[in-house]
């Protein structure tokens, strides 16, 4: 079974689960002629509507690539988590305006042994399946699966809220029914904005794991041909397609084939591991004694100085042109990154007066 399939059945126990709660609830509301828990079984039904969508946008983000779509359509996954959402987020608003009114119009609420059961029946069943639901998103890396989980473990909250608030009208003859909505609801406003922002930070572009990067950085550097991995860029289309690119620092004694064949079987690599389709780069370590292996060990020598700098790369002799290239990232602390260039550019030509020199500005992408 694959991740698709077991969102989609996970959505469908979702769905069993609530129609079994909401006929539950209103057999017993019938039979206790309660238009309250009647309403409340229709409420369970409208929860099924999360699962519903979780389970439409799993089924159109597996759509193959098409013209107007040529890295597939995984991000849906996103938009259906962000609509599951915007209902924990209204759920949570509406919960809020009514218990604002409960503490403004307060009124005397009675329950009956019936709609203790009733409510207790229903705590335990969305505490379980919220659980359940949330676990399983988690697992595949669903964010609708984990914000559909979150909606029934909040339903399981208020519901809480509600018993609490019934024993304290029971014992003390208090009701504290809005006071407690407010917070609760407050706190599920928040959850919502939460996990609203996680699917729309991967829609923005959010940043790469550290851990993959880590775990990519590592994986090629076993091979040894190579000296170092830069410029790494990933691009995510849904949670089992990322599209990226990096470079890595070979000798310039190896030929264009040893290259290719070096290339080729860290791109493999990397779709094997991970799922990433792969562009890989190539930047030549000069070695040997020739005139660019000293001009970049002093170009080296000469920025290695400065703190600001993160990392260098890319080094490059263009002979014909007297002219050479690097790039550098620096850190975040540098707010003129211009300026700095310009200085680092003043400062090479000082060591090198009659060569040409850019300084190339990069950037941390991942890391």
Do not use: C
Request: proline share 3%.
């Amino acid at each position: 079974m694959n991740r698709s399939q077991q969102i989609i059945r996970t959505s469908i126990v979702s769905i069993i689960a609530n129609v079994l709660l909401a006929a539950f609830k209103a057999v017993v509301g019938l039979l206790a002629h309660s238009v309250a828990i009647v309403m409340d079984a229709v409420n369970n039904l409208t929860d099924v509507f999360s699962s519903v969508v979780t389970i439409i946008g799993t089924r159109l983000s597996q759509r193959p690539p098409d013209l107007k779509h040529p890295f597939g359509h995984g991000r849906i996954e996103y938009f259906s988590a962000i609509v599951i959402s915007v209902i924990v987020l209204s759920a949570g608003i509406t919960s809020l305006i009514e218990s604002a009114i409960k503490i403004i119009h307060p009124n005397t609420p009675t329950y009956s042994k019936v709609t203790l059961i009733v409510i207790i029946v229903a705590i335990i069943v969305k505490l379980l399946l919220g659980r359940y639901v949330k676990a399983r998103g988690e697992q595949l890396n669903s964010d609708a699966l984990i914000a559909s989980g979150s909606d029934a473990l909040f339903d399981a909250i208020i519901t809480l809220s509600t018993l609490v608030s019934a024993g304290i009208m029971l014992i003390w003859n208090v009701s504290l029914d809005g006071i407690l909505g407010v917070i609760i609801s407050l706190v599920i406003v928040k959850a919502g904005f939460d996990m609203l922002s996680s699917p729309v930070n991967e829609l923005l572009g959010a940043r790469i794991p550290s851990k993959l990067v880590k775990e990519i950085k590592q994986e090629i550097l076993t091979h040894k041909e190579v000296y170092g991995v830069y410029d790494i860029i990933l691009h995510n289309y849904g949670p089992d397609v990322l599209i990226g690119s990096l470079h890595v620092s070979v000798k310039d004694t190896m030929n264009a084939y040893e290259i290719h064949g070096l290339t080729r079987t860290i791109s493999e690599e990397m779709y094997q591991n991970h799922h990433i389709i792969m562009t890989v780069g190539v930047y030549a370590v000069a070695t040997g004694e020739h005139k660019r292996a000293k001009l970049q060990d002093t170009v080296v020598r000469t920025l290695q100085k400065h703190n600001d700098i993160l990392q260098m790369h890319g080094f490059y002799y263009f002979e014909k042109e007297n002219r050479l290239s690097i790039d550098i990232i620096p850190n975040y602390t540098v707010k003129d990154e211009a300026a700095f260039g310009k200085q680092l550019e003043e400062e090479l030509r000082n060591q090198l007066p009659d060569i040409n020199i850019t300084v190339v500005i990069d950037h941390n992408y991942s890391e």
